[in-house]
C-alpha cells in the first residue's frame, strides 16, 4: 500500500546532540511537509518542500533545517535540540494545489535528554 | 495571521449520544476546510473536506461537517456516536492563495463511553 513511512518512531537524543528525522513515501506526490505536534497542541507547520523548492515558515527556529534528496525522501534536521524541541514531529505529503489532502506518516516522538 | 479555533478542548459522551465538535476561522478570502481524525496511537486521517459546492459535506465513517461562510464556521456532525470515535479531531484550513498549507486548531479530544 502506498503510504508515508517515518523513522525511527521514537527517538531519544541528548541536549544539544544533533539528530535526523526520517521520512519516505510511496505515493510520489510533489510536496512534502514538517510538522511539530507539543503535547495537548495542534500540528504546527515546521517547513515544506514542493519538489525541490524549499519554503520555511518565518517562525520557524533556525536550528531545524530539512533536505529533501529525492522525490521519496525527506529529512529534518535538529542542529542542537533544546528540552524544548520535545514533540511528535509528523511528516506528510501532497500531490500539489491548495485542494489536495494531505497524508500523514504515524510521527517520530522525540525525547530530549 | 489566519487562526482557527475549535471550542470544546475535550467532550465526554455516550455511545448513541450525537456529537457537534465546533470550528471557526479568521481568514475572510477562499479557504479549503478539512477535518482529520486521530485514533489512540495511530496517524492523522482524512474525515472530510470542503472546497466549493454542496456546503454539506459527507465524510468517513458517517460523519458529516457543514460550512457556513458567513459564520465562518466549518461545524462536525456525526448523529450517533460508537465507542470506536474516541479520538481526537483537529479541524484545518488552508487558503487557496497560500498554496496547501494547513493550519490547525487546537483539536478536541473526545471519549465515548461504552
Known amino acids: 500500500d502506498a503510504m508515508v513511512i517515518q523513522n525511527p518512531r521514537y527517538q531519544v537524543t541528548q541536549f544539544g546532540k544533533p539528530v535526523t528525522l526520517s521520512c519516505s513515501q510511496t505515493?510520489?506526490?510533489?510536496?512534502m511537509y514538517w510538522y511539530q505536534q507539543k503535547s495537548s497542541q495542534a500540528p504546527k507547520l515546521l517547513f515544506h518542500y514542493y519538489d525541490k523548492d524549499f519554503n520555511n515558515e518565518a517562525d520557524t527556529p533556525d536550528n531545524f533545517q530539512s533536505r529533501r534528496p529525492n522525490t521519496s525522501f525527506c529529512f529534518l534536521d535538529i542542529r542542537s535540540p533544546g528540552l524544548g524541541d520535545a514533540a511528535m514531529y509528523l511528516c506528510a505529503t501532497s500531490r500539489a494545489g491548495g485542494t489536495d489532502t494531505q497524508y500523514f506518516g504515524p510521527g517520530t516522538r522525540l525525547t530530549v535528554l | 495571521a489566519q487562526s482557527v479555533s475549535q471550542h470544546n478542548h475535550h467532550v465526554i459522551l455516550s455511545e448513541a449520544a450525537s456529537l457537534e465538535l465546533g470550528c471557526n476561522y479568521s481568514?475572510?478570502?477562499?479557504?479549503?476546510l478539512f477535518w482529520y481524525v486521530q485514533y489512540p496511537g495511530q496517524h492523522l486521517q482524512l474525515l472530510l473536506k470542503?472546497?466549493?459546492?454542496?456546503?454539506l459535506v459527507k465524510g468517513i465513517k458517517g460523519f458529516e461537517a457543514e460550512f457556513i461562510k458567513s459564520k465562518f464556521s466549518f461545524n462536525l456532525r456525526k448523529p450517533s456516536v460508537q465507542w470506536s470515535d474516541t479520538a481526537e479531531y483537529f479541524c484545518?484550513?488552508?487558503?487557496?492563495?497560500?498554496?496547501?498549507?494547513?493550519?490547525f486548531g487546537g483539536g478536541t479530544r473526545v471519549l465515548v463511553k461504552p
Open positions: 484545518a484550513v488552508s487558503r487557496a492563495t497560500a498554496g496547501n498549507k494547513l493550519t
Open positions: 470542503y472546497f466549493s459546492g454542496d456546503p
Open positions: 505515493l510520489n506526490h510533489n510536496v
Open positions: 481568514y475572510g478570502g477562499t479557504v479549503n
